[in-house]
Protein backbone atom coordinates (compact mmCIF):
# COMPACT_ATOMS: atom_id res chain seq x y z
CA UNK A 1 0.00 0.00 0.00
CA UNK A 2 1.23 3.28 -0.92
CA UNK A 3 2.31 6.12 1.43
CA UNK A 4 0.15 9.07 1.91
CA UNK A 5 3.02 11.04 0.82
CA UNK A 6 3.68 8.79 -2.60
CA UNK A 7 -0.84 8.74 -3.08
CA UNK A 8 -0.41 12.97 -2.94
CA UNK A 9 2.55 13.16 -5.37
CA UNK A 10 0.68 10.57 -8.00
CA UNK A 11 -2.65 12.13 -7.30
CA UNK A 12 -0.73 16.14 -8.47
CA UNK A 13 0.88 13.70 -11.39
CA UNK A 14 -2.67 12.42 -12.78
CA UNK A 15 -4.19 16.18 -12.15
CA UNK A 16 -1.39 17.94 -14.40
CA UNK A 17 -2.25 14.46 -17.26
CA UNK A 18 -4.70 16.81 -19.01
CA UNK A 19 -2.83 19.55 -20.43
CA UNK A 20 -0.71 20.14 -23.72
CA UNK A 21 2.41 19.59 -22.16
CA UNK A 22 3.95 16.32 -21.51
CA UNK A 23 4.06 15.84 -18.37
CA UNK A 24 6.91 13.64 -16.60
CA UNK A 25 7.93 12.71 -13.15
CA UNK A 26 11.16 12.81 -11.56
CA UNK A 27 12.93 11.93 -15.06
CA UNK A 28 15.88 13.71 -16.47
CA UNK A 29 15.57 16.62 -18.77
CA UNK A 30 15.37 15.39 -22.16
CA UNK A 31 17.17 16.03 -25.56
CA UNK A 32 13.85 17.32 -26.80
CA UNK A 33 11.13 19.07 -26.09
CA UNK A 34 7.91 19.03 -27.55
CA UNK A 35 6.26 21.45 -29.10
CA UNK A 36 3.76 22.00 -26.33
CA UNK A 37 6.30 22.36 -23.48
CA UNK A 38 7.10 19.78 -21.22
CA UNK A 39 6.76 19.45 -17.24
CA UNK A 40 8.73 17.77 -14.45
CA UNK A 41 7.20 16.87 -11.28
CA UNK A 42 10.00 16.65 -8.71
CA UNK A 43 8.92 14.95 -5.64
CA UNK A 44 10.54 17.32 -3.43
CA UNK A 45 11.28 17.34 0.21
CA UNK A 46 8.14 16.63 2.88
CA UNK A 47 10.03 18.68 5.48
CA UNK A 48 10.12 18.93 9.36
CA UNK A 49 6.29 18.36 10.17
CA UNK A 50 4.59 20.05 12.98
CA UNK A 51 3.01 16.81 15.87
CA UNK A 52 -0.23 17.06 17.62
CA UNK A 53 -0.56 14.67 20.39
CA UNK A 54 -4.08 12.27 20.71
CA UNK A 55 -3.89 11.42 18.39
CA UNK A 56 -0.89 11.20 17.14
CA UNK A 57 -0.42 12.62 13.58
CA UNK A 58 2.47 14.66 11.65
CA UNK A 59 1.23 17.30 9.58
CA UNK A 60 3.08 18.14 7.03
CA UNK A 61 4.18 21.32 4.25
CA UNK A 62 5.81 19.08 0.92
CA UNK A 63 7.28 21.10 -1.49
CA UNK A 64 7.52 19.19 -4.41
CA UNK A 65 8.31 21.26 -7.60
CA UNK A 66 7.36 21.37 -11.21
CA UNK A 67 10.04 22.66 -13.65
CA UNK A 68 7.77 24.19 -16.92
CA UNK A 69 10.32 23.88 -19.70
CA UNK A 70 9.23 25.03 -23.19
CA UNK A 71 11.50 25.30 -26.74
CA UNK A 72 11.32 27.98 -29.10
CA UNK A 73 13.09 29.96 -31.54
CA UNK A 74 10.75 33.06 -30.56
CA UNK A 75 8.10 33.95 -28.11
CA UNK A 76 9.49 31.64 -25.93
CA UNK A 77 8.79 34.36 -23.63
CA UNK A 78 4.92 33.94 -24.07
CA UNK A 79 5.04 30.30 -24.67
CA UNK A 80 6.22 29.63 -21.26
CA UNK A 81 3.53 32.12 -19.44
CA UNK A 82 0.92 30.32 -21.46
CA UNK A 83 2.37 27.19 -19.55
CA UNK A 84 2.75 28.35 -16.16
CA UNK A 85 -1.29 29.85 -16.74
CA UNK A 86 -2.19 26.18 -17.81
CA UNK A 87 -0.53 24.71 -14.66
CA UNK A 88 -2.44 27.15 -12.41
CA UNK A 89 -5.68 26.26 -14.02
CA UNK A 90 -5.14 22.67 -13.26
CA UNK A 91 -3.78 23.58 -9.68
CA UNK A 92 -6.86 25.40 -8.85
CA UNK A 93 -9.43 23.12 -10.50
CA UNK A 94 -9.16 21.17 -7.21
CA UNK A 95 -6.82 22.18 -4.43
CA UNK A 96 -7.40 18.82 -2.28
CA UNK A 97 -6.49 16.60 -5.13
CA UNK A 98 -10.06 14.65 -4.53
CA UNK A 99 -9.80 15.00 -0.75
CA UNK A 100 -6.29 13.57 -0.29
CA UNK A 101 -4.41 16.31 0.75
CA UNK A 102 -5.71 19.53 2.97
CA UNK A 103 -4.48 21.86 0.36
CA UNK A 104 -1.71 22.48 -2.58
CA UNK A 105 -0.66 26.01 -2.88
CA UNK A 106 1.96 26.81 -5.34
CA UNK A 107 4.19 29.31 -4.95
CA UNK A 108 5.58 32.22 -7.72
CA UNK A 109 7.34 30.72 -10.68
CA UNK A 110 11.16 31.33 -10.99
CA UNK A 111 12.43 31.76 -14.47
CA UNK A 112 15.45 30.77 -16.47
CA UNK A 113 17.23 30.96 -19.51
CA UNK A 114 18.99 28.02 -20.36
CA UNK A 115 21.27 28.27 -23.58
CA UNK A 116 21.37 24.81 -26.14
CA UNK A 117 24.43 24.39 -28.41
CA UNK A 118 22.94 24.79 -32.06
CA UNK A 119 19.44 24.72 -31.35
CA UNK A 120 16.42 26.94 -30.20
CA UNK A 121 17.28 28.17 -26.50
CA UNK A 122 14.96 26.34 -23.62
CA UNK A 123 12.93 28.90 -21.46
CA UNK A 124 12.30 27.42 -17.75
CA UNK A 125 10.85 28.02 -14.79
CA UNK A 126 10.70 26.14 -11.43
CA UNK A 127 7.21 26.35 -9.40
CA UNK A 128 7.23 25.36 -6.00
CA UNK A 129 3.54 23.42 -5.02
CA UNK A 130 3.26 23.08 -1.06
CA UNK A 131 1.32 19.97 -0.49
CA UNK A 132 0.03 20.52 2.99
CA UNK A 133 -1.14 17.03 4.49
CA UNK A 134 -1.60 14.91 7.61
CA UNK A 135 -0.34 11.20 8.46
CA UNK A 136 -0.45 9.12 11.74
CA UNK A 137 3.58 8.72 11.30
CA UNK A 138 6.50 9.57 9.44
CA UNK A 139 6.74 6.82 7.10
CA UNK A 140 2.83 6.11 6.25
Known amino acids: MPTTRETILAA ?3 QLQPLAALVLRD ?3 PERI ?3 GL ?5 GH ?3 PEVTLSPLRYHYQHRAELEAVVQAGTGR ?8 ASIGTALEADRTLGGLCDWIEPDAPASVDLPV ?8 AVIAVVLH ?3 TGPLA
Request: hydrophobic letters at 50%.
Open 77 to 84: ASALDDLI
Open 117 to 124: EGAAALKA
Open 46 to 48: PGE
Open 39 to 43: IILRD
Open 133 to 135: YTT
Open 34 to 36: PAT
Open 27 to 29: EVL
Open 12 to 14: LHV
